[in-house]
C-alpha cells in the first residue's frame, strides 16, 4: 500500500523501465516523470479515446487500445497521471512499460488550489493522455473551474485522451458522484435517495459521446448496483439529464470500459453494467425509500461492445425497487427485449442526421465479476485507499 503524505524532496531513481525525476513542483505539488525528458512534438492526433476502470489499477489491455487509437498506430505520446494523495508512481511504473509510450509524469496535488498550478497544468496541456488515479474523487471535484479542468479538456480537444480508475473512474462521468459526504451503500442510498452521502458534482467534464453519466466503480465486488439505480433516479426527478434519462456505467474490479473517438465501448477483462432511468421515479422524496418500476440494465461480458453514440434499445433486463428493496437478481437477467443474440449493443436505426438529414441529431446519453455483496470498505471518501503499488496491481 502506497505511504501518505506528499514528498518535499528532489530525488532521483533508476528503475528497469526508465529513470523517474521527482522534485517539488511547488509547495503543495510533486512531480515525477519517467521516460524520455522532451514531450513528443506532433500537431495532429487521431482520438478522443477514454478508459473507465473498475479499480484504482491501470488494466494494460484497454490503456494500449486508448495509447494506439491516439497516435494513430505509429509514433508516440507523453501521458500524465494525475492524483490527489499518496507517494510513487504506481500508474506511470505500468504505463511506461506499454508500447506507444514516451513518457509518463506523475503529479501529487493536495489542495483545491493546485488546480491552478502552473507547472502542473503546463505538464497536462502538454500531454496527450490524462490518467486519474484512484482515491478521493472529492477532492477531484473541488477542481472544477480551475486551471486544470481546462487543461484536461484541451488535451480530449486535440484528439487525445482521458480517463482513470476508481475516484478516477468517477471524476470523468458528466455527473459525478463525489462522496464529499462519505460514501454510500446501496441499502442507504435506496432508503434514502437524498441522504447526505448522496452528494454530486455537476457541470465539470463533459465528453463526446458520454453525456447524462453516471460512473461508478468496485462494482459487483461491493455491491453498488443499488446505489447507481438511486443515482440515476435522483438524476432524473433533479431534471439534471437532457431527455429524462440518465446512464449509469458500472465497471467492475481488474475491468475497464475502452472508449474509442466513435463512441463506441469494448469491454475488458470484467463485466461492466448500464443502468438506464428513462422516466420519472414512482416514489422519490427526501427521507422516504424510492420507488422506481423499470429499470433496464444491460450486463456486458468481456469483448461485447456498447454504442455510446446510438442508444442501444434492445438487450437490457428489467428489475424494480419498491418502498427501497430491489427485486430479483440485480446482476443478471434475461432480456425483455433481445438483440438477435448478438454481443455488439447499439441502436438498430441510429437517429443520426448523416442518416436521416430531415430529422433531429443524435440523442446524446451515456452508459457505463461475480455476483457478491461485499461491504463497503472506505466508509469516508468512497475510493480513498485504490492506489497501489504497481508489483500488486499486475
Known sequence: MRMAGASWCALTVTALVGSVLAAPASAAVTRARQGSPADVSRTSWAGPAFVMNGGGAVVPASMTRAIDEIRGGSGSLDVAVIAASGTGTPECDVIITLAGTNSCTTLTLTRAADGNDTRANTDIRNAEFVYFAGGDQCRYAAWRGTALESAVESVVAKGGGAGGGSAGMHINSDIVYDACGGSVTSATALADPYGPNMTFTYGMFAWPDYRNTINDSHFVTRDRMGRTMAFVARAVRDGRTTGGAAWGVGAEEGGSLYLDRDGLAAVVARNAYVVLADH?????????????????????????????????????????????????????GAPAAACGGTTAFSESEPNDPRLNPGGPGPVRAELGGYRGSGPDLHPHRDDALDRVPSTLAA
Open 280 to 332: 420519472p421515479p414512482e416514489r422519490i422524496q427526501p427521507g422516504r425509500p424510492l420507488s422506481y418500476r423499470g429499470f433496464k440494465i444491460w450486463k456486458l461480458a468481456p469483448g461485447s461492445t456498447f454504442d455510446f453514440r446510438h442508444r442501444p434499445t434492445c438487450g437490457y433486463y428489467l428489475r424494480d425497487v419498491v418502498d427501497g428493496v430491489p427485486g430479483g437478481d440485480l446482476y443478471d
